[in-house]
């Protein structure tokens, strides 16, 4: 999953509208950030297994400290919680803590079953619509939709960087999913580690966009 985690947070502005796109960006890709950053450290796993599934030639075969249940429950604990020190909204802490669960129930319906629902790997789940392109288009481009409806119905631009950063933003997220979905695999697992923090981008450029538009009502 990919667009879908964006749509999250952009859906998310609905309900903490005092709360930065950025920080909710961050929050729905947290274990995602998390996951470059462990596999260049050598913590977790991945292999290169084109026709692993339809839509991705990656082998999640080791990732529970950021990819099982349990850690994805604590994550959205401990990112909830440093919200809640920083910013002492109940709302907006409780809604960032699941944005960052929000990822697990996401990427358990496309994942074929390698999600692990404990720290120990086993046992895994995954409903597998990654063997289905089609279906994991419209899901993906569904929810970017949606979101991007919730978010431009919660705020309105101040300025044309509140509207042109949008949309570029939206531009650029799906041409680079799309561009992954139909391009070669990467060349090897080590470009996926660095090539992974790029994300940081994208909640830095949604923070961007959100100090210039702002909350309506
Ligand atoms: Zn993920």
Do not use: C
Not at 18 to 34: C, E, H, P, R, Y
Not at 82 to 104: C, E
Not at 141 to 150: E, I
Not at 167 to 182: C, E, F, Q, S, W
């Amino acid at each position: 999953m990919f667009l879908g985690h964006y749509a999250v947070a952009l859906s998310a502005k609905r309900v903490a509208p005092n709360a930065s796109l950025g920080t909710l960006v961050m929050a729905s890709q947290f274990i995602d950030l998390l996951w470059p950053l462990l596999l260049l450290a050598g913590v977790e796993h991945v292999r290169l297994d084109p026709g692993n599934t339809v839509v991705t030639p990656l082998d999640f075969y080791d990732y529970p400290v950021s990819h099982s249940l349990v850690g994805v429950l604590l994550w959205g604990g401990i990112v909830g919680g440093v919200y809640f020190a920083l910013r002492r909204s109940w709302t907006n802490s409780l809604v960032v803590g699941l944005a960052v669960v929000s990822h697990w129930v996401l990427d358990l319906i496309v994942h074929r079953p390698d999600l692990p629902l404990h720290f120990t790997g086993e046992p895994r789940v995954g409903l597998g619509l990654w063997n289905s392109l089609p279906l994991t288009l419209v899901l993906e481009l569904g929810l970017l939709a949606v979101g991007t409806f919730l978010y431009v119905g919660a705020t309105k631009a101040k300025d044309r960087t509140g509207s042109y950063g949008l949309a570029g933003l939206l531009v650029v997220l799906v041409g680079i999913y799309v561009a992954n979905v139909v391009g070669p695999p990467p060349p090897d697992v080590g470009m996926i580690g660095i090539a992974g923090n790029a994300s940081w981008l994208f909640v830095l450029w949604a923070a961007w966009i959100d100090r210039h538009r702002q909350a309506v009502r």
